[in-house]
């Protein structure tokens, strides 16, 4: 008997970053392979940048590129080290 494995379903993540003034803001992870120009944020009338990503259930390593400079999330206090010896944001997607 051969029993299909699923795959865990994708859910819808929202990611923002409040910079009035920032010509462009980027996302970054490794659910992009740290890949800035593949998720760009799109800015709102009050100053705030948003993008929506669907990804499956784990814990997600990101950080935000403002014109260029890297940018930690302000409003998430999950954070991990990376490899550079600075920090990362994490993001965990539940099942």
Not at 19 to 48: C, I, M, T
Not at 58 to 83: A, H, I, R
Request: aromatic share 12%.
């Amino acid at each position: 008997m051969f029993i299909k494995k699923q795959k865990p379903s994708r859910k819808k993540v929202a990611f923002s970053f409040h910079a009035p003034q920032a010509e462009s803001v980027l996302l970054a992870g490794d659910f992009n392979r740290w890949n800035p120009r593949k998720h760009p944020l799109k800015k709102g009338v009050s100053g705030d940048w948003e993008a929506f990503l669907m990804l499956a259930p784990n814990t997600y390593e990101y950080k935000y590129m403002v014109d260029g400079n890297w940018q930690m999330d302000p409003v998430n206090n999950q954070t991990c080290e990376n490899c550079f010896g600075s920090q990362n944001n994490l993001v965990t997607v539940p099942e």
